[in-house]
């Protein structure tokens, strides 16, 4: 059952009231600070809401499809009653003049932004740890990573603090803290949801999705979400419409590239447990290969960092955001860059700027780019056969705070399963799969063709009801 849809019932029959659910977050997201899931609370905003949405129910009103929800945004998407800081010190000051248009859609309908989730500094990171505002601990065990770039938001949802947040995954950022936190990720089709006001990290990979309890909660939000927006030149007209019929016998087709050696034995068994449930359900299961699967890491990241050290030229610390001392105009670029960024932005920063230098641009982004196209070509042909592909969503579970930190190629690699969706623009989700020994939580992930979105979300949520 629907966690949202239950709140939204309980809001406007009146036992319970908008304001009553924000109070009860806002208290959790105290409790609950020690994760470090939250940079900052919009308390006198979101009760200020509360009161108008309570309001307009009385007045018999429709206050929307999701009247009286609290929910958290990841701080990189623009936010009245907050600051915007994108976890870096470089727009620690900074007071955002728009909110995105997520967040208007959602607000539209009478959900309530109560707060600011913690990520690595403008997304760059698997982990949460590259936060200039200190780690988020893992829901399950504090000892280990939340995963990332959107561990605050992953986190958030595990504790129950709120019933979804919203992320970004530009190479795996939703579905692999969704993982390791046994929540389920949306990763849509690339332009399903706008990205106008979200702080932008490659701007051909990011897309905007929900971090939810279950799949209904999922549909509810993309729902709300989905659509053309003129502020967003890549948003696709809206196709996104939860399936109500029941879900037809579907073709799978496991991706043998990513049930490698290299996954963690417990990793695979659940992804296969996982796998034979499907086959119980009714579907035909079998494995297929995407050769250019081992590639994708390395074509992420030459595509994405090429894309960021672009992106990451506005912060000059003249326009917003913080400004260093400086003599003259070179020292202020300069020291306000050095000040502000995190050693992971800079260490970007420096591979994109000389991918796309004179005498390397067509050694590497060139070819890059045109190995993309044949992977692009690669799903396609598979997509001809199956209906859904599925493969783990990371090579192993949560990792200890501070065990990949000194070791930058050791942290892309948790990428490495994540990244083919992005680079293809297809859609993919995590789904809470299974736990270790260690009672560690594994997701898998279902990959579909373009515009598949509410298909794979109807598998996965007759799957769960299946597991109930």
Same mark, same amino acid.
């Given at each position: 059952?629907?966690?949202?849809?239950?709140?939204?019932?309980?809001?406007?029959?009146?036992?319970?009231?908008?304001?009553?659910?924000?109070?009860?977050?806002?208290?959790?997201?105290?409790?609950?600070?020690?994760?470090?899931?939250?940079?900052?609370?919009?308390?006198?905003?979101?009760?200020?809401?509360?009161?108008?949405?309570?309001?307009?129910?009385?007045?018999?009103?429709?206050?929307?499809?999701?009247?009286?929800?609290?929910?958290?945004?990841?701080?990189?998407?623009?936010?009245?009653?907050?600051?915007?800081?994108?976890?870096?010190? %470089?727009?620690?000051?900074?007071?955002?003049? %728009?909110?995105?248009?997520?967040?208007?859609?959602?607000?539209?309908? !009478?959900?309530?932004?109560?707060?600011?989730?913690?990520?690595?500094?403008?997304?760059?990171?698997?982990?949460?740890?590259?936060?200039?505002?200190?780690?988020?601990?893992?829901?399950?065990?504090?000892?280990?990573?939340?995963?990332?770039?959107?561990?605050?938001?992953?986190?958030?949802?595990?504790?129950?603090?709120?019933?979804?947040?919203?992320?970004?995954?530009?190479?795996?950022?939703?579905?692999?803290?969704?993982?390791?936190? !046994?929540?389920?990720?949306?990763?849509?089709?690339?332009?399903?949801?706008?990205?106008?006001?979200?702080?932008?990290?490659?701007?051909?990979?990011?897309?905007?999705?929900?971090?939810?309890?279950?799949?209904?909660?999922?549909?509810?939000?993309?729902?709300?979400?989905?659509?053309?927006?003129?502020?967003?030149?890549?948003?696709?007209?809206?196709?996104?419409?939860?399936?109500?019929?029941?879900?037809?016998?579907?073709?799978?087709?496991?991706?043998?590239?990513?049930?490698?050696?290299?996954?963690?034995?417990?990793?695979?068994?659940?992804?296969?447990?996982?796998?034979?449930?499907?086959?119980?359900?009714?579907?035909?299961?079998?494995?297929?290969?995407?050769?250019?699967?081992?590639?994708?890491?390395?074509?992420?990241?030459?595509?994405?960092?090429?894309?960021?050290?672009?992106?990451?030229?506005?912060?000059?610390?003249?326009?917003? !955001?913080?400004?260093?001392?400086?003599?003259?105009?070179?020292?202020?670029?300069?020291?306000?860059?050095?000040?502000?960024?995190?050693?992971?932005?800079?260490?970007? %920063?420096?591979?994109?700027?000389?991918?796309?230098?004179?005498?390397?641009?067509?050694?590497?982004?060139?070819?890059?780019?045109?190995?993309?196209?044949?992977?692009?070509?690669?799903?396609?042909?598979?997509?001809?056969?199956?209906?859904?592909?599925?493969?783990?969503?990371?090579?192993?579970?949560?990792?200890?705070?501070?065990?990949? &930190?000194?070791?930058?190629?050791?942290?892309?690699?948790?990428?490495?399963? &994540?990244?083919?969706?992005?680079?293809?623009?297809?859609?993919?989700?995590?789904?809470?799969?299974?736990?270790?020994?260690? !009672?560690?939580?594994?997701?898998?992930?279902?990959?579909?063709?373009?515009?598949?979105?509410?298909?794979?979300?109807?598998?996965?949520?007759?799957?769960?009801?299946?597991?109930?």
């Amino acid at each position: 059952m629907s966690n949202i849809q239950n709140i939204v019932d309980a809001v406007a029959s009146g036992s319970s009231s908008a304001k009553a659910q924000v109070e009860e977050a806002l208290k959790r997201a105290n409790d609950k600070k020690d994760f470090n899931a939250i940079l900052s609370l919009t308390n006198e905003r979101a009760l200020k809401r509360a009161d108008e949405i309570d309001s307009r129910i009385k007045k018999g009103e429709n206050a929307g499809r999701l009247a009286g929800v609290p929910f958290v945004a990841k701080d990189n998407f623009l936010t009245f009653g907050s600051p915007t800081t994108a976890a870096s010190k %470089i727009l620690g000051n900074f007071e955002a003049p %728009i909110q995105a248009t997520a967040v208007e859609k959602l607000e539209a309908e !009478g959900a309530i932004c109560i707060g600011k989730a913690n990520l690595d500094a403008f997304a760059h990171g698997g982990s949460t740890e590259n936060s200039a505002y200190g780690p988020t601990k893992n829901a399950v065990d504090t000892a280990r990573v939340a995963g990332g770039s959107s561990g605050g938001s992953a986190v958030a949802v595990a504790l129950d603090i709120v019933p979804f947040t919203l992320g970004s995954d530009t190479g795996g950022s939703i579905r692999q803290p969704a993982s390791f936190n !046994g929540v389920v990720g949306v990763k849509p089709t690339y332009g399903t949801v706008s990205r106008f006001g979200v702080v932008a990290m490659a701007s051909s990979t990011d897309v905007i999705g929900p971090i939810t309890k279950n799949i209904a909660d999922a549909e509810l939000v993309m729902d709300v979400l989905a659509g053309k927006d003129d502020y967003d030149a890549t948003t696709l007209p809206d196709f996104f419409k939860p399936q109500t019929e029941q879900v037809k016998k579907q073709k799978v087709g496991i991706v043998k590239e990513l049930m490698s050696d290299g996954v963690e034995p417990e990793v695979l068994k659940i992804t296969n447990d996982y796998i034979e449930k499907l086959r119980t359900a009714g579907h035909s299961v079998e494995e297929v290969s995407l050769p250019l699967a081992p590639m994708c890491l390395a074509m992420y990241y030459i595509i994405v960092p090429a894309e960021v050290s672009s992106n990451l030229a506005r912060y000059d610390g003249i326009r917003y !955001g913080v400004r260093a001392g400086a003599k003259d105009l070179g020292e202020l670029y300069g020291k306000s860059r050095d000040q502000g960024f995190e050693p992971e932005n800079k260490r970007r %920063i420096l591979i994109g700027s000389y991918v796309l230098s004179s005498g390397y641009y067509d050694a590497y982004y060139n070819q890059a780019a045109r190995a993309r196209t044949l992977l692009i070509q690669q799903f396609n042909g598979l997509f001809e056969k199956y209906d859904v592909l599925i493969g783990p969503v990371t090579p192993t579970v949560a990792f200890k705070l501070g065990e990949n &930190t000194d070791d930058p190629l050791k942290m892309y690699m948790t990428d490495v399963m &994540t990244t083919p969706a992005n680079l293809a623009g297809v859609p993919a989700i995590s789904v809470p799969a299974g736990e270790t020994a260690e !009672g560690l939580p594994v997701g898998v992930q279902l990959i579909g063709q373009l515009k598949s979105d509410a298909a794979l979300l109807a598998l996965a949520r007759s799957m769960e009801a299946n597991n109930e």
